[in-house]
């Protein structure tokens, strides 16, 4: 299993940028599928996007052509590049890991505004 510590979240206004990392810290942290979820309140956590130990990714509708999920092995961190940011998009991240697909492991959330 490993440990994971999410950062970079805070307020933009819409159509603004933000760039969540997450600092994973463990043994073969580079086999683990690593994902990002969000959660609104009262609201289930949702796939926002995964990439694999080689680097295929794949997100969900509503963030597609707007976010982009990457991963340096050397630095065992992903990112997030969310762009286009809309009020919709306000919610508490969480990165995930997993050895076959993400959420065997979580960070601790980092909460993304988006408001004008």
């Known amino acids: 299993q490993v440990s994971l510590v999410d950062s970079g979240g805070g307020l933009v206004q819409p159509g603004g940028s933000l760039r969540l990392s997450c600092a994973a810290s463990?043994?073969?942290?580079?086999?683990?599928?690593m994902g990002w979820y969000r959660q609104v309140p009262g609201k289930a956590r949702e796939l926002v996007a995964t990439i694999t130990e080689d680097g295929r990714t794949n997100y969900a509708d509503s963030v597609k052509d707007r976010y982009t999920i990457s991963r340096d092995h050397s630095k065992n961190t992903v990112y997030l590049q969310m762009d286009k940011l809309m009020p919709s998009d306000t919610a508490v991240y969480y990165c995930?890991?997993?050895?076959?697909?993400?959420?065997?492991?979580w960070g601790q959330g980092t909460q993304v505004t988006v408001s004008s």
């Open positions: 463990g043994n073969r942290v580079r086999f683990y599928v």
């Open positions: 995930t890991a997993g050895t076959i697909y993400p959420g065997d492991s």
